[in-house]
């Protein structure tokens, strides 16, 4: 797959070209040193707020899925197997060699085309092949050159299909299907949480694996602060997962909020210890 899945804006690759253009010293530029002090506090921001965040939040996801093991009702849920079962289901399709390069690449496009719509950008072009694709548009910001890593777009799509599909058609109620002398008990709803699981193991695995790979996207907002940034994200929509999968009271958000408060004392507790 190519290294540049996102094309700067029309507006930066002309300042780009100007800049190779001039005489002096491009690393002296005005424009290359407001890029070098916007990194530099990028990078102070990935230290001070986004690795903290990133830990404590990471350690609260740990604490309550080993609450959940200690509590076997939750991976008795519906949610939790059939989940499972499409995590699985991707698993065994990728270690058989099937890579849909293509379909993650055209997903990751349309993030960014899409997020740079939300932000109010122009969309002045826009490729995807197997081999690579780009997006042209005359914005461009944190959030739009990131958005394939911090969206599952797939996923997205798939729980948008579940609002749409659930307000017409009861998802939970059982179905009876007969085949032949058996019949088949199943609810609509399991068919979207097993491809929820699916369509969300295709997000980490090719994030993943795109991120270490060369990739422009992180490049422009400095590697260290992006790759924090996909990961607080990444792991907070997890949490959202495990609230939503979570039948017990005591495995619920109240619960989540406060555990997630404890840990965030601790890490302050030892930080203070360590360093003051």
């Not at 009702?73 to 060699?97: K, P």
């Not at 609002?163 to 199943?186: C, D, K, P, R, Y």
């Amino acid at each position: 797959m190519s290294q540049n899945t996102f094309r700067a804006s029309t507006k930066d690759r002309a300042l780009k070209r100007m800049d190779r253009s001039q005489l002096t010293n491009v690393r002296r530029h005005p424009r290359q040193q407001k890029l070098k002090r916007t990194k530099s506090v990028k990078r102070a921001v990935a230290v001070t707020l986004l690795l903290p965040l990133g830990l404590v939040t990471a350690f609260t996801l740990f604490e309550m899925l080993w609450r959940a093991v200690i509590r076997l009702e939750f991976w008795r849920t519906e949610e939790v197997v059939f989940f499972v079962v499409g995590g699985v289901a991707w698993a065994v399709t990728y270690a058989t060699g099937w890579r849909p390069v293509r379909s993650y690449v055209f997903g990751h496009e349309v993030s960014h085309l899409l997020v740079a719509r939300a932000f109010g950008g122009k969309i002045l072009d826009w490729d995807f092949s197997a081999t690579g694709g780009y997006v042209e548009t005359n914005k461009s910001n944190t959030w739009i050159t990131l958005a394939p890593y911090l969206l599952p777009f797939y996923s997205l799509i798939v729980l948008l299909l579940f609002g749409l599909v659930g307000t017409i058609w009861n998802l939970h109620a059982m179905q009876h299907l007969s085949v032949g002398a058996a019949t088949l008990n199943f609810k609509p709803v399991w068919f979207f949480y097993a491809m929820l699981g699916l369509t969300w193991c295709f997000h980490a695995t090719f994030t993943w694996k795109t991120v270490f790979i060369e990739q422009s996207d992180l490049e422009t907002n400095g590697e260290f602060f992006s790759m924090l940034l996909i990961f607080l994200v990444n792991v907070l929509l997890l949490v959202g997962l495990f609230i939503a999968a979570s039948p017990s009271p005591g495995l619920g958000l109240a619960e989540v909020g406060r555990c997630w408060l404890a840990m965030a004392g601790s890490v302050w507790d030892f930080l203070l210890g360590r360093f003051w």
